[in-house]
């Protein structure tokens, strides 16, 4: 990838969503935005729908027993919004799973 791909051009905005996310995958995100890059949870999660559409694999990511969830208000990306809703309808799983779907899979490859 080159340096000018890592730009976003401006009709890709950010909108605001709020989205339930798995609390000890959200914590993994908050602590390598706090420790490890000069990023946002935000923008994070961005890449992890970036990565999550590139691959083209979307699978179910089922909640794990006993797992709290909470109500984030996030900012995505229009672009990773309107992937995640084709990933939605072409298999009927939720956005919200397909979400933490990806940040499992970012996580995971860590």
Do not use: H
């Amino acid at each position: 990838m080159n340096a000018e791909q890592r730009l976003y051009l401006k009709n890709n905005k950010k909108i605001q969503k709020c989205v339930n996310l798995d609390d000890d995958l959200y914590n993994a995100l908050k602590k390598l935005s706090e420790k490890k890059y000069d990023a946002t949870v935000s923008d994070i999660i961005n890449i992890c729908i970036e990565n999550y559409i590139y691959e083209n694999n979307p699978q179910y990511y089922p909640k794990k027993e006993n797992e709290l969830t909470t109500i984030r208000s996030v900012m995505i990306r229009k672009e990773n919004i309107e992937g995640l809703s084709k990933f939605q309808s072409k298999t009927g799983i939720s956005f919200t799973r397909l979400l933490n779907g990806a940040i499992y899979n970012f996580i995971k490859k860590l």
